[in-house]
């Protein structure tokens, strides 16, 4: 378990230095952006409770969501 609580950290992290950077491109970017931040908090909710596979479910759909967001010009990332 101590593997996956690091890697939920580590992915964490680097979403959560990214998040100043990145806003809605377009109008529908909004819904890229409210689901990549609530992605993330629910991750750090799930981690508070021990349950680090829901913690690193959460942090994956987040990287999903600001990658196909960024891929595909939903959202602007500085």
Known sequence: ME???QE???WQKKLKKKE???SPKIQDGEDFVENIKAYLEDSYH???E?????AFESIIWAWAWF???RD???IDVD
């Open 8 to 10: 939920t950290e580590k």
């Open 50 to 54: 021990d349950d680090y596979v829901r």
């Open 20 to 22: 100043p950077k990145f």
């Open 67 to 69: 990658e196909i967001g």
């Open 72 to 74: 595909y010009g939903f």
């Open 46 to 48: 799930f981690r508070e």
């Open 3 to 5: 593997e996956l609580e």
